[in-house]
């Protein structure tokens, strides 16, 4: 089965864009600024539960029933929250809507303005209080000021009706489902150093009758109300609360708990899927489980993780995944199973998305929304790391993988933007879908190139070097301060006890440049050959014989007695790929205007202090 998916980092460039977030259906599977969506092979969908390539071995999760429900999210009230919403969706009514409510303290301030990355097309506040109006902002569609005193609270009351399509709200006549950008304002006078409480009361209309279930990225209930009170984190306020999902209605919700990890699955009651909400839920948590504990993440956490499904949009034959804040949604075809070969390959790349752009640390620095620059490591490693992992746990063949990382592949050898410099691509792939496939690519065939030589060099690989970078949840978050490194910084020096300057250099050189890859007949390591045999310029990888099986391809997994590496250096230690990166036409050092990140970005992001890098 096919799949494509979207980052959870687009939202913030969306708003520059002033387009909408979601298709017909909840915005899963639309355009992004970093809407790189991935499609897997044709080939891996018709061996999708066929193929008969060897098997990687693979290690079951424990997985907990279908247990306790999550206590109720703590109740607030309106003297502990700074900032509140209330949304009341109400679906009896043509057209159907939202009506929302806001209050917040003003803090001094006469004016304050609201940003709302997904527009505010479809927003009526007529029958609000007339002296504080939604007033438009030239040239920004995404922003309203509104007038107020200084002192006192400040109410606004308005109704939404999301459109036809497009819209970031899904409201049908027993459910609806939405991400917080759509529907829930943020006023960019926030100080995110010293965040207010935060809260979401979620309520149907007085008098409608039937079972009500909410869930959210914030928590589970049942009820014809829910006051929702999101954890305060380092992540900022907007990101907490417009890049959460919101679910209610007639929905089936269940809870687990793996590893440490509260697990939330909601469906709608009338999605006519084959699979059932309890085979969802242990499918999700057992999903769940095998990332944290490959990743020695399973300390205990109040947060809850949701899983969302909702039906696919009409025409949509492939399901597909989105990572969101504290969430994962899945627009599902009908015919999709659970647990499946298909559910895998979408729920995978999603799930490590969830944590890869903070976990190692910021994706760019405080009030400089740049993170595009990059996305070859927030998507790219990602992908590194879901295609191994699904490879891994039995969930994809060596001729899954193979087929894969070739449509990759032949992605950027096709491509005629394949040497554009990453300036270019970070200016310019929000609107151009041919760019926005590049990054990633080259990112993941960095990854391979490092881990590669790794191996090569006698080391574990670059999934320990990964490991030995992931910071604490407590301390993730998206945007950091500048005496902090980002994410990069800290992964090009943690290799450089093991590869000295050259992981610098290929950034510079593959990344920043956007010099090609070596996609030699051995790019893709132990356990895949590439032959150019009536070929034109690139090779055609597919598995050895019995990969599985093979010590040195178990090892390249972090599987079986090589694990760990060798311990001693290869004779093939030094591929061109990075033993020549220092060196450009001519045999000279590639120019670039990086610096050097000191030893200090290796540590944990509140601790260090490194050298600003332009490398991206």
Same mark, same amino acid.
């Given at each position: 089965?096919?799949?494509?998916?979207?980052?959870?980092?687009?939202?913030?460039?969306?708003?520059?864009?002033?387009?909408?977030?979601?298709?017909?259906?909840?915005?899963?599977?639309?355009?992004?600024?970093?809407?790189?969506?991935?499609?897997?092979?044709?080939?891996?969908?018709?061996?999708?539960?066929?193929?008969?390539?060897?098997?990687?071995?693979?290690?079951?999760?424990?997985?907990?029933?279908?247990?306790?429900?999550?206590?109720?999210?703590?109740?607030?009230?309106?003297?502990?929250?700074?900032?509140?919403?209330?949304?009341?969706?109400?679906?009896?009514?043509?057209?159907?809507?939202?009506?929302?409510?806001?209050?917040?303290?003003?803090?001094?301030?006469?004016?304050?303005?609201?940003?709302?990355?997904?527009?505010?097309?479809?927003?009526?506040?007529?029958?609000?209080?007339?002296?504080?109006?939604?007033?438009?902002?030239?040239?920004?569609?995404?922003?309203?000021?509104?007038?107020?005193?200084?002192?006192?609270?400040?109410?606004?009351?308005?109704?939404?009706?999301?459109?036809?399509?497009?819209?970031?709200?899904?409201?049908?006549?027993?459910?609806?489902?939405?991400?917080?950008?759509?529907?829930?304002?943020?006023?960019?006078?926030?100080?995110?150093?010293?965040?207010?409480?935060?809260?979401?009361?979620?309520?149907?209309?007085?008098?409608?009758?039937?079972?009500?279930?909410?869930?959210?990225?914030?928590?589970?209930?049942?009820? @014809?109300?829910?006051?929702?009170?999101? *954890?305060? %984190?380092? /992540?900022? #306020? $907007?990101?907490? +609360?417009?890049?959460?999902?919101?679910?209610?209605?007639?929905?089936?919700?269940?809870?687990?708990?793996?590893?440490?990890?509260?697990?939330?699955?909601?469906?709608?009651?009338?999605?006519?899927?084959?699979?059932?909400?309890?085979?969802?839920?242990?499918?999700?948590?057992?999903?769940?489980?095998?990332?944290?504990?490959?990743?020695?993440?399973?300390?205990?956490?109040?947060?809850?993780?949701?899983?969302?499904?909702?039906?696919?949009?009409?025409?949509?034959?492939?399901?597909?995944?989105?990572?969101?804040?504290?969430?994962?949604?899945?627009?599902?075809?009908?015919?999709?199973?659970? @647990?499946?070969?298909?559910?895998?390959? *979408?729920? %995978?790349? /999603?799930? #490590? $998305?969830?944590? +890869?752009?903070?976990?190692?640390?910021?994706?760019?620095?405080?009030?400089?929304?740049?993170?595009?620059?990059?996305?070859?490591?927030?998507?790219?490693?990602?992908?590194?790391?879901?295609?191994?992992?699904?490879?891994?746990?039995?969930?994809?063949?060596?001729?899954?993988?193979?087929?894969?990382?070739?449509?990759?592949?032949?992605?950027?050898?096709?491509?005629?933007?394949?040497?554009?410099?990453?300036?270019?691509?970070?200016?310019?792939?929000?609107?151009?879908?041919?760019?926005?496939?590049?990054?990633?690519?080259?990112?993941?065939?960095?990854?391979?190139?490092?881990?590669?030589?790794?191996?090569?060099?006698?080391?574990?690989?670059?999934?320990?070097?990964?490991? $030995?970078?992931?910071?604490?949840?407590?301390?993730?978050?998206?945007?950091?301060?500048?005496?902090?490194?980002?994410?990069?910084?800290?992964?090009?020096?943690?290799?450089?006890?093991?590869?000295?300057?050259?992981?610098?250099?290929?950034?510079?050189?593959?990344?920043?440049?956007?010099?090609?890859?070596?996609?030699?007949?051995?790019?893709?390591?132990?356990?895949?050959?590439?032959?150019?045999?009536?070929?034109?310029?690139?090779?055609?990888?597919?598995?050895?014989?019995?990969?599985?099986?093979?010590?040195?391809?178990?090892?390249?997994?972090?599987?079986?007695?090589?694990?760990?590496?060798?311990?001693?250096?290869?004779?093939?230690?030094?591929?061109?790929?990075?033993?020549?990166?220092?060196?450009?036409?001519?045999?000279?050092?590639?120019?670039?205007?990086?610096?050097?990140?000191?030893?200090?970005?290796?540590?944990?992001?509140?601790?260090?202090?490194?050298?600003?890098?332009?490398?991206?």
């Amino acid at each position: 089965m096919r799949f494509r998916r979207i980052s959870s980092a687009f939202t913030r460039l969306l708003a520059l864009l002033a387009v909408p977030l979601l298709g017909a259906s909840l915005a899963l599977g639309s355009p992004s600024a970093q809407a790189t969506k991935q499609k897997a092979t044709k080939t891996t969908a018709a061996k999708a539960g066929k193929s008969k390539g060897s098997k990687t071995p693979k290690t079951l999760p424990r997985i907990h029933p279908v247990g306790p429900k999550l206590p109720p999210p703590p109740a607030a009230t309106g003297g502990e929250c700074a900032l509140q919403w209330q949304i009341t969706p109400v679906l009896d009514a043509q057209p159907r809507r939202l009506d929302i409510a806001f209050s917040f303290n003003p803090d001094g301030r006469s004016q304050t303005t609201l940003s709302l990355p997904g527009g505010w097309a479809g927003v009526d506040d007529s029958q609000g209080n007339a002296e504080l109006r939604l007033n438009p902002v030239a040239d920004n569609p995404a922003l309203r000021t509104v007038n107020h005193g200084p002192n006192d609270r400040v109410h606004l009351r308005w109704s939404l009706t999301p459109p036809a399509a497009g819209s970031a709200v899904q409201l049908t006549t027993n459910w609806f489902a939405l991400v917080g950008l759509g529907a829930l304002p943020v006023p960019i006078e926030l100080d995110d150093n010293a965040p207010p409480a935060t809260c979401i009361r979620l309520a149907m209309p007085e008098g409608r009758t039937g079972t009500t279930r909410w869930a959210s990225s914030h928590g589970a209930a049942e009820g @014809p109300s829910v006051v929702l009170k999101p *954890v305060t %984190t380092l /992540a900022p #306020v $907007r990101q907490r +609360i417009q890049q959460a999902l919101y679910a209610g209605g007639a929905i089936e919700v269940q809870t687990t708990e793996t590893e440490g990890q509260p697990v939330i699955t909601a469906t709608p009651g009338d999605s006519g899927w084959s699979f059932t909400p309890e085979a969802l839920a242990k499918a999700s948590s057992q999903a769940v489980g095998v990332q944290r504990r490959y990743w020695g993440d399973t300390a205990a956490t109040r947060t809850p993780l949701l899983v969302l499904a909702l039906p696919a949009v009409p025409g949509q034959l492939q399901p597909l995944g989105t990572a969101w804040h504290q969430a994962v949604a899945i627009q599902a075809p009908s015919d999709m199973t659970v @647990p499946g070969k298909g559910f895998d390959a *979408v729920i %995978t790349p /999603a799930l #490590v $998305r969830t944590w +890869i752009p903070d976990r190692i640390g910021p994706a760019h620095f405080v009030g400089r929304d740049d993170s595009a620059l990059r996305a070859w490591f927030h998507e790219g490693f990602a992908d590194y790391l879901a295609h191994r992992s699904l490879l891994r746990e039995g969930s994809w063949t060596p001729d899954d993988y193979a087929a894969e990382l070739q449509r990759g592949l032949d992605t950027y050898l096709q491509s005629p933007d394949r040497r554009a410099d990453n300036l270019r691509l970070s200016a310019n792939w929000p609107r151009n879908p041919d760019l926005a496939a590049l990054p990633p690519v080259r990112g993941e065939w960095l990854a391979l190139t490092w881990h590669n030589q790794l191996r090569a060099n006698g080391h574990a690989g670059l999934d320990v070097v990964l490991k $030995r970078l992931l910071v604490p949840a407590a301390q993730a978050r998206h945007d950091g301060p500048l005496s902090a490194p980002l994410a990069t910084h800290r992964l090009v020096a943690g290799l450089r006890q093991e590869m000295g300057d050259a992981a610098l250099r290929d950034v510079m050189r593959y990344i920043d440049q956007g010099d090609p890859f070596n996609t030699g007949t051995t790019a893709l390591g132990p356990c895949f050959e590439g032959s150019t045999e009536g070929v034109q310029s690139r090779p055609v990888f597919k598995p050895v014989a019995q990969a599985g099986q093979q010590a040195a391809c178990q090892g390249w997994l972090g599987l079986g007695p090589l694990a760990q590496g060798t311990g001693q250096r290869s004779s093939a230690a030094a591929p061109a790929s990075a033993a020549s990166a220092a060196k450009g036409k001519g045999g000279k050092a590639s120019k670039s205007t990086a610096r050097k990140p000191t030893k200090a970005a290796s540590k944990a992001p509140a601790k260090a202090k490194a050298s600003p890098s332009k490398a991206q």
